[in-house]
Every structure is written in structure tokens, then in C-alpha cells.
């Protein structure tokens, strides 16, 4: 069954077309009105949400189909012990496909491997969010005019933000884009980011601490949200939380057509104030990302009557408890029927990645 759990599940091509179709969803709603009569959506939220859950519901409603569902894990059987596995399967026997939200990282892919119907990532602890970045992509297109040629700011929170890493993932495949990674040290992105994506795709970056530095240079810039519920240490989230602030006055020497991006919710990052400057594109973005999950969701749909199949990556290539996942946020941290299956990532060096949330092996 196709399911998307990463980005880069997606072709490039793939989403051209989603583009295609999201664009053409803008021009002509009315046409795809129906196209989704008779079909249900689930959306399973272990995690707090507005945009990604609504935005679901609101395409599912859009292309004339039901949704059902929870909005927290309390009001599940997970509460009971239930696991993601059992979930999906359950929710097989009622809805023709599901979007998951999770903390636990891999939980979407579980979940994938026992549904017999597409899911969807929403978003997995601090992993990915796929849905967020085709979202992304769209505002970009829409916005700037273009994917490739682009020099875009990450600000904020790179070691946690999911958003950062599906969207950096998915810029890897378009010509001559250069990132600018601006984060207080305590909050850089992840080595294997840094080395698997950028280093690997040849992609031209720097790292810098500082906003006011990097601003006159970009031509997309995407802020993020220091996120409390990933902090272990509510003192350094305190300490952190405000490291980056953007004003009218900080956009001063900004280029006029930058397009400023954040995944949202906002706390304190983004002056409202700059709501008014028409650089901002944080709402059209979500708007955009309703679009998009509109494509997917048919996209996934019609593969799946097609019996399109989907191999995610070669099991020639995987060791299976050969390596213990230290991830505390890994779904095999809380599934304990669930092998830990690596798979060789990098064979020069002997790179090993839990398959379910990339963690290197040890
Ligand atoms: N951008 C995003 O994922 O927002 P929510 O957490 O509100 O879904």
C-alpha cells in the first residue's frame, strides 16, 4: 500500500503534479467537489494540533468525503494500551485512509507496515512532517515564483523542528539552493542532517547565531517555534525560548521580495506587527497546506484502488536486531513487539539508521 511517510517518498515529479493539482484545486474547487464522495478519512492525533488536523478535515470535507476520529491520545484505546499496529488495523475495517499524529518517532510507519490503507505522516515527535513540507513547497512556488535558485533562512529551533528537517529534505533535490541555518548553539540542526543531506547533496550552507546577519541575503525565510514540549530542561527552554524575535525593524534591510514562512503556531517569533508586511505568508501558508493535503489525499487514494504497491527502501540493505533504537522518542521504545530493524545508510562508512526514526546505531 502507498503511504507517505517522508518527503522524500516523493518524486520530485510527484510533486510537480501535487502542485499541479493543488493549483488547479484553487482554480476550480467545484471540480473536485465530489471526487472524494463515499470516502472517509481517519485522523488519529496523539498530539495536539490546529492547522494539520483541521486542514485534513477541511480538504476531506472539501473533495465531498467524511472524516473520522480522535484529536488526543486520551480519548483513545491507546490510553488503554492499545497499540499503533492494532490502531491501524482496526481503522482499516472503517475509513479508507488515515492521517497520523504522533510523539513517538516512526509511529506513521508502524502504522503503514499493519494498515491495509494509505497513511498519511502528520507529523512524528521530532522527526518529519511531510504534509507540512509539500505545504511548503507550494507556498514557495506560489509566492516566489520558483523552487530552484533560492537562498532560504531556517531560524529558530533546527535541532527539534520536524518541519525544518522534512522541508530541507525535500530543497535537497532542487538546483542551487543555499541554506543559512541561524539557531543558537543549543539548538543547531542534527549532524545527520547536516551530513547526509546537505553535506551529501553538495548543497552550499552556514551556520550563523545571528538573524539581523543573515536577513539581507535571503529570498525565503522560514521561522520556527522554540517548541517547550520537546525540552527536557524547562530552564534552558526558558533561557532559549526568545532567542530570535522578528520585527518590522529587523526586516529593514530585507530584500522586497522575501517571503516569510513559519510553519506555525507562532508564540513570540514573529512579531504580529509583522502580519501587516505583505513579505508575510505564514496564513496563506496554512491555506496552501490544505491544497496540498486535498492532491495527497487523492493522489493516495487512487494509487490505492490501482493496488499500487510501495516498497519504502530494499530490506536487502536491513540488519534486524542486530542493533538496539536509543531513541527515547522511537515508537520501538514504547512497542515492544516491534524488532529494531537498521538499515545501511552510508556502506563506505558503515552508517546504520533505525528505519523507523533515523537514529544512528551505536
Ligand atoms: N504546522 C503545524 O503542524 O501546525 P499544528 O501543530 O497546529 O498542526
Known sequence: MRSLIDVLDLTVNEIDELIEVANDIIANPDKYSEKCKGKKLATLFYEPSTRTRLSFTAAM?????????????????????ESVADTAKMLSCYADIIAMR???EGAPFVA????????????????????????DLLTIKREVGRLNNLTVGFCGDLKYGRTVHSFINALSRYENIKI???SPEELKLPNYVKYEVLDKNNMEYRETTSLEEAIPTLDVLYMTRIQQERFVDIDEYNRLKDSYILTLDKLANAKKSLAIMHPLPRVNEISVKVDEDERACYFKQALYGKYMRMALILKLLKEAEDKKKEERFSLDDVVINQYICTNPRCITSTEQEL?????????????FRCIYCEKRAN
Open 61 to 81: 470535507m472539501e473533495l465531498g468525503g467524511n472524516v473520522l476520529g480522535f484529536s488526543e491520545a486520551s480519548s483513545s484505546s491507546a490510553m488503554k494500551g
Open 339 to 351: 524488532d529494531h530493524i537498521f538499515r545501511c545508510v552510508d556502506k563506505e562508512h558503515n552508517i
Open 112 to 135: 503503514a507496515k499493519a494498515a491495509t490503507i494509505p497513511v498519511i505522516n502528520a507529523g512524528d515527535g521530532g522527526h518529519c512532517h511531510p504534509t507540512q513540507t509539500l505545504g
Open 180 to 182: 543559512v541555518l541561524i
Open 102 to 104: 504522533s510523539p513517538k
